[in-house]
T-cell receptor, first 116, second 109 residues
Framework: GAGVSQSPSNKVTEKGKDVELRCDPISGHTALYWYRQSLGQGLEFLIYFQGNSAPDKSGLPSDRFSAERTGGSVSTLTIQRTQQEDSAVYLC??????????????FGPGTRLTVL | KNEVEQSPQNLTAQEGEFITINCSYSVGISALHWLQQHPGGGIVSLFMLSSGKKKHGRLIATINIQEKHSSLHITASHPRDSAVYICAVIRRIGNQFYFGTGTSLTVIP
């Protein structure tokens, strides 16, 4: 079953530490998306990749957040100097292409990040 | 001001009822998504629309681009339809995503 996978599924960290979240998209999907959902809140878009390129990084909440994608496949979302307000479920999705005709997204199970 | 508004926020229905969830948006879009999030947290994409109407099983999604409005209909609702339904749009200029706050649906047997 080659769906979108994310790791770790849960991460507890101390305030000020850096964390890396990983997303493995469906094989062959060129578009990849990162979202977060804070407790009791709606979904918030963070960033998307077309291949290895992220055309718009304005959705990232602060300069402590960065994301990269290499080889058109795996993506990592890095949060530096974590703060308690970063606690949320971070969701990754992928789609066949960045084109509205192919833009059905398949979501991963998410990484639940807790910053103490 | 939210770019995407959903209504109702909460909805309780009896099994078998016809359900409508509405989504209005204020920006020009290239596409609109309806997503389903179950209590366990998993998200499933139900529909992606850029015009007209789509049907999948008991689910029907429509969009009126001129009126900037979309509806999700569930026919013959079932308790397993209980979930949060989320409307999301992709802005035509800039490709930003905007999400509604979701509609929490509970279908009672």
């Amino acid at each position: 079953g080659a769906g979108v996978s994310q790791s770790p599924s849960n991460k507890v960290t101390e305030k000020g530490k850096d964390v890396e979240l990983r997303c493995d998209p469906i094989s062959g999907h060129t578009a990849l998306y990162w979202y977060r959902q804070s407790l009791g809140q709606g979904l918030e878009f963070l960033i998307y990749f077309q291949g290895n390129s992220a055309p718009d990084k304005s959705g990232l909440p602060s300069d402590r957040f960065s994301a990269e994608r290499t080889g058109g496949s795996v993506s990592t979302l890095t949060i530096q100097r974590t703060q308690q307000e970063d606690s949320a479920v971070y969701l990754c999705a992928s789609s066949l292409a960045w084109d509205r005709a192919y833009n059905e997204q398949f979501f991963g199970p998410g990484t639940r990040l807790t910053v103490l | 001001k939210n770019e995407v508004e959903q209504s109702p926020q909460n909805l309780t229905a009896q099994e078998g009822e016809f359900i409508t969830i509405n989504c209005s948006y204020s920006v020009g879009i290239s596409a609109l998504h309806w997503l389903q999030q179950h209590p366990g947290g998993g998200i499933v994409s139900l529909f992606m629309l850029s015009s007209g109407k789509k049907k999948h099983g008991r689910l029907i999604a429509t969009i009126n681009i001129q009126e900037k409005h979309s509806s999700l209909h569930i026919t013959a609702s079932h308790p397993r339809d209980s979930a949060v339904y989320i409307c999301a749009v992709i802005r035509r200029i800039g490709n930003q995503f905007y999400f509604g706050t979701g509609t929490s649906l509970t279908v009672i047997p």
